[in-house]
C-alpha cells in the first residue's frame, strides 16, 4: 500500500514539471548567443619591392703621375748655390797687387764665404808663392805680410809660404770659426824691402782647416783656393 502511494506521488510530480516546461517555453533554456559571422579581412597583398641593386661606391681615380697632371713639387732655391768649398775672394785695387821695391805696402782683403754645408771649428788663410822666378825669388825680394787685427787695432806680421806644393797647409796655424752660411772678411798688406827688376807672378790664397792631427792629408786641410795676381817693381 505504501509502495503504491509513493509511486503515485512520484508521478504526478514528473507530470506536473513537464506541463511547467511546456507552459513557459523558452523561459527554462539560457539563450543562445547570437551568431557573429566573422568575415574574414582581405589581406591586401603585398608586393615586396623589387631590391635595388646594391651601390658600390667606387674610389675616385687616382690621376696618374704624368707631366700633365702632377707638377713636381718646387724647392726653395738657395740664395747662392751650394758648394763643396769655401770660396775665397781676395781683392786688390784695379784687381792685381802692384808692389814696388822699397815702397809703400799695398793692401788686399780676403774674403772667406762658407757657402757649403759644413761648420768649420777652425778655418785660417794661408798665402804661399812659387819659390822658382824668372829673376830671383821671394827672399830675394825682402817680401814682407801684415794682417790687420781689428781687436788690437794694429797690424801683425802674416807668413808667406815659399813654396809650389801644399806646404802652406801644414804650415799655416790659428783660425776661427766659420759656420755654414757666414763669410768674414780679412785685411792684409804686402810690401818688398829690396828693388829687383819687374816680375809679374801669384799669390796663393788658402782657406786652410787647421787644428787637425798631423796625419791628416793635404785634401782634409784645403776647405777652399783663390789666387791674385802680382807685379812686383812696377815702373
Not at 138 to 161: F, K, M
Not at 180 to 198: F, L, N, Q, S
Not at 202 to 209: G, K, N, P, Q
Request: hydrophobic letters at 40%; glycine letters at 10%; aromatic letters at 4%.
Amino acid at each position: 500500500m505504501r509502495r503504491a502511494v509513493v509511486f503515485v506521488v512520484g508521478a504526478a510530480l514528473v507530470v506536473g514539471l513537464t506541463a511547467c516546461g511546456e507552459k513557459n517555453g523558452s523561459a527554462g533554456k539560457v539563450p543562445e548567443p547570437p551568431r557573429v559571422t566573422v568575415t574574414p579581412s582581405v589581406t591586401p597583398s603585398v608586393t615586396a619591392p623589387t631590391a635595388s641593386p646594391s651601390v658600390v661606391a667606387e674610389p675616385s681615380p687616382t690621376p696618374s703621375a704624368s707631366r700633365s697632371s702632377v707638377k713636381p713639387s718646387a724647392s726653395p732655391s738657395p740664395s747662392r748655390p751650394v758648394r763643396t768649398q769655401v770660396t775665397v775672394v781676395p781683392v786688390a785695387k784695379g784687381g792685381r797687387l802692384v808692389v814696388r821695391g822699397g815702397g809703400a805696402a799695398q793692401e788686399f782683403s780676403v774674403t772667406l764665404r762658407n757657402d757649403t754645408r759644413r761648420d768649420y771649428a777652425r778655418l785660417a788663410v794661408g798665402l804661399a808663392m812659387e819659390p822658382n822666378w824668372e829673376e830671383g825669388g821671394p827672399a830675394d825680394w825682402g817680401l814682407r805680410a801684415e794682417r790687420w787685427d781689428p781687436a788690437a787695432g794694429r797690424w801683425r806680421a802674416a807668413d808667406i809660404v815659399v813654396a809650389g806644393d801644399v806646404a802652406v797647409l801644414y804650415q799655416t796655424v790659428g783660425g776661427t770659426a766659420l759656420p755654414r752660411g757666414a763669410e768674414r772678411t780679412i785685411r792684409y798688406r804686402i810690401k818688398a824691402t829690396g828693388p829687383r827688376p819687374v816680375v809679374s807672378t801669384w799669390l796663393a790664397v788658402d782657406a786652410v782647416v787647421t787644428g787637425l792631427p798631423d796625419e791628416a792629408p793635404a785634401e782634409a786641410r784645403l776647405a777652399g783656393h783663390g789666387r791674385l795676381p802680382v807685379d812686383i817693381n812696377a815702373r
